[in-house]
């Protein structure tokens, strides 16, 4: 799998990068408008991190000429602007998602390997974790065969932790993820239903992959 | 007051006022020049009779006319010659008159005779009220002439000035209108034009200049933010840390997202005060309340919060997508947020009215001041007491009535949709 991060500043780039490759991708930087309309023009991307206000020009443009070239690499939009009419224009000339700086590393790498997803196998994808099959169009998850009753936000837990395999994540980030960032303070009840997931991957005869990381988050884990 | 008719008021008060004056001296001043005139022609008519005697040494014969009567007594005793003002009956037209009388005494052969001579001044008076009936018919036509001109040509002569107020009205800076004045020869309006103008244009100036600070400053701080929030996770990545050393990562943690959500509130918060959600569109509040409890109905399940909706109608509100969205979003949650486990949640939507009450703990500051920035209850003192001053100037810039109160343990908003 090959990104391509177009970010002016080279400290985001490099964590993004750090925590992508630890998921193995590979991946590429353009810090700047110019080399970023070389490399897309050249290489094909499975999916293109887009920063919109960079040096040497807007972000967009390299959008729209991707799209005038009918190149299809998935392009997710990351700015700092969190303005309603570049989240607009920007799904409008055809981007696949949008996410406002800051972010959760792990938001970031879920929203990638859906976009990947859905432009690989055309929105039927089926991944795979040990005994654990989750069919992501069809939303339902399968332990050895035998069908798992989750409910919606289970289910959208259970993605979120297979597509951050091996890596901690925060319980903010869960609780974005889950709820949108209104739900700010207290995040005590995201253990409820981590509770109720690990029990119902546990019942359905799974060994348990979710680690408690003290003080920090979780772990989805086979180790 | 509009200012023509006050305008008006003065004018008219004035005219009447001169022309009441005015007809007033010119009554004085004719009657006086005619009354002179009326002396003059009897000391004529006295020199007559005493010419008279004087040639032919007896008494002319009394002349009796309509408007002039002379009369001869005789008498023993002389008098003073006088003239002054009498009231003659008319026996003709029954009607009493005013008159001017004129009595001399005048020796003819060796008598001593009183002579009487009496004019009329009906003619005069006459000729008076003639002249206080056309003053009046002046004062009428003027104040005729003043309406007529008042609604037609002043209407007129204001547009210019109307044309800029209106758009004035109507003018947000930001927004796409301009303001066009309409080309007018009147200097104040001109002026007033040109004001307008070099105002407007200087509004928009700043107006730019603000929300491009405003978001750039915001640009800045994301930048940052977003670098630290994603070497901070990296580091959490790291194994073989000290408890302490976890801590302080789930402190810094704790206090990035804090200060990234403080950035994207007091963002919102200005976007709106600089009215950047001015589209406004048809909102079903309903699918929006319903949109959000989807959202928690899991959380409410696992912290048996009892929910309770009466929704039946629908409630269609028009207003910016975005900011319905925040609202809502914001009164549903923080309806779950301050909640307490195996609390309630009641909420009635009706007659464009919306009415949440929640259960939560007791609140020790007023519920009024909960609207100001930054204020919170100390019992939740890790939120950031934006939610609801940016739910009250949402309600504000759409004339929304919103209010709080509480009763002991229960909370309850109330909103009323199109004050």
Redesign the interface.
């Known amino acids: 799998m090959k990104v391509l991060i177009i970010e002016d500043?080279k400290?985001?780039s490099d964590?993004?990068c750090?925590?992508l490759k630890?998921q193995d991708y590979i991946c590429e930087t353009a810090a700047d408008f110019h080399t970023a309309i070389s490399k897309t023009e050249i290489f094909d991307y499975d999916c293109i991190l887009l920063d919109i206000?960079l040096p040497g020009g807007n972000g967009l443009s390299i959008l729209k000429e991707l799209r005038l070239n009918n190149k299809s690499d998935g392009v997710l939009i990351i700015s700092?602007?969190?303005?309603?009419d570049d989240k607009v224009s920007g799904l409008m000339l055809g981007a696949d998602d949008y996410l406002?700086?800051?972010?959760?590393?792990?938001e970031l790498n879920a929203r990638i390997a859906a976009i990947i997803r859905r432009k690989q196998f055309g929105g039927s994808s089926v991944i795979n974790f040990h005994n654990i099959t989750v069919d992501t169009q069809a939303k339902t998850a399968k332990v050895n065969g035998q069908s798992l009753d989750l409910?919606?936000?289970?289910f959208d837990l259970l993605l979120y932790f297979i597509s951050n395999k091996g890596?901690?994540i925060?319980k903010?980030?869960i609780a974005e993820h889950l709820?949108?960032?209104?739900?700010?303070?207290?995040l005590d009840?995201i253990y409820?239903?981590i509770k109720?997931l690990r029990k119902k991957l546990q019942e359905a005869g799974d060994a348990d992959y979710i680690k408690s990381?003290?003080?920090?988050?979780y772990k989805f884990t086979d180790q | 007051m509009k200012l023509l008719a006050k305008y008006n008021r003065l004018n008219i008060a004035a005219t009447i006022l001169v022309l009441l004056v005015a007809s007033g001296c010119y009554y004085f001043v004719l009657t006086y020049v005619l009354i002179h005139q009326l002396d003059k022609d009897l000391r004529l008519e006295e020199q007559e009779v005493k010419d008279y005697v004087q040639q032919n040494n007896h008494l002319p014969n009394p002349a009796n006319y309509k408007d002039q009567k002379t009369v001869f007594e005789s008498t023993n005793e002389t008098g003073k010659r006088k003239i002054f003002s009498v009231t003659l009956y008319d026996s003709t037209e029954r009607e009493e008159q005013p008159g001017r009388r004129l009595v001399f005494y005048i020796n003819s052969g060796g008598a001593v005779y009183k002579a009487t001579i009496t004019k009329s001044r009906q003619e005069t008076e006459d000729l008076v009220r003639l002249i206080v009936l056309l003053t009046v018919s002046i004062v009428v036509l003027l104040l005729v002439v003043l309406f007529i001109i008042n609604r037609v040509v002043f209407r007129r002569l204001w547009q210019p000035f109307n044309n800029t107020l209106q758009q004035l009205k109507q003018y947000s800076p930001g927004g796409e209108q301009t303001i066009q004045v309409q080309p007018t020869t009147i200097t104040e309006f001109k002026e007033l034009n040109d004001a307008v103008t070099g105002m407007t244009n200087r509004v928009a100036k700043d107006y730019e200049a603000l929300k491009s600070f405003t978001e750039n400053a915001s640009h800045e701080i994301q930048t940052p933010l977003a670098v630290i929030k994603s070497k901070l996770e990296l580091l959490m990545q790291g194994e073989h840390y000290t408890e302490a050393q976890v801590h302080y990562i789930q402190q810094i943690e704790e206090e990035i997202n804090r200060l990234s959500k403080l950035n994207q509130s007091l963002l919102l918060l200005t976007k709106i005060e600089n009215q950047q959600f001015s589209v406004t569109i048809p909102i079903n509040i309903n699918a929006l309340i319903h949109q959000q409890l989807d959202k928690f109905e899991e959380l409410l399940h696992a912290r048996q919060i009892r929910l309770s909706a009466n929704m039946n109608n629908d409630c269609i509100v028009a207003m910016n997508e975005v900011m319905a969205g925040v609202l809502i979003s914001n009164l549903v949650t923080n309806a779950i947020k301050h909640n307490i486990d195996k609390g309630s949640i009641n909420i009635v939507l009706q007659n464009n009215q919306l009415i949440i009450s929640n259960t939560g703990a007791a609140l020790s500051t007023n519920p009024g001041e909960l609207f100001e920035r930054f204020k919170k209850d100390k019992a939740h003192s890790d939120s950031l007491g934006l939610g609801l001053s940016i739910v009250k100037k949402i309600c504000e810039q759409n004339h929304f009535n919103i209010h709080y109160t509480s009763e002991g343990n229960r909370h309850i908003v109330t909103l009323l949709f199109s004050a």
Not at chain 1, 100 to 106: M, Q, R, T
Not at chain 1, 151 to 154: A, L
Not at chain 1, 179 to 186: P, S
Not at chain 1, 213 to 217: I, L, Q, R
Request: charged share 20%.
């Open positions: 500043e400290a985001l964590s993004i750090t925590y630890a206000t700092a602007k969190n303005s309603i406002a700086k800051p972010f959760h590393l792990s409910t919606k936000k289970e890596r901690v925060s903010t980030a709820w949108g960032d209104e739900m700010e303070g207290n009840f409820t239903h109720n990381v003290y003080g920090m988050g």
